[in-house]
């Protein structure tokens, strides 16, 4: 059973930072690709990075391009998102999710396999 667990949500200040975890279970990890997305209230999800299973190749949203990383750990599972410089407008539900689609992308509907979600809020 594929389960991805996201935790480090939580309320910040604007101008603050927080990491995001993702650790997964039941899936070989290196193979897939790991993805952020992220869904506020009343807007439609929204893409927030990527990063390819074989390689690290990543890619980020233009929101948050410069303030963002994401980052793997093979070893544990687990990928991360650091949330640097964080404005309000990054106020939302964040969710990772894995594709195993054979090629990077930034649409949710190539993700297979979703986390819960973790909420971050950021006061401003």
């Known amino acids: 059973q594929v389960q991805l667990v996201e935790s480090g949500g939580g309320l910040v200040q604007a101008g603050g930072s927080l990491r995001l975890s993702c650790a997964t279970s039941g899936l070989t990890f290196s193979y897939y690709t790991m993805g952020w997305f992220r869904q506020a209230p009343g807007k439609e999800r929204e893409f927030v990075s990527y990063?390819?299973?074989?390689?690290?190749?990543?890619n980020y949203g233009d929101s948050v391009k410069g303030r963002f990383t994401i980052s793997r750990d093979n070893a544990k599972n687990t990928v991360y998102l650091q949330m640097n410089r964080l404005k309000s407008e990054d106020t939302a539900v964040y969710y990772c999710?894995?594709?195993?689609?054979?090629?990077?992308?930034?649409?949710?509907?190539?993700?297979?396999?979703w986390g819960q979600g973790t909420q971050v809020t950021v006061s401003s």
């Open positions: 999710a894995a594709s195993h689609r054979g090629r990077v992308s930034r649409v949710g509907q190539e993700y297979e396999y």
């Open positions: 990063i390819s299973g074989i390689g690290g190749v990543t």
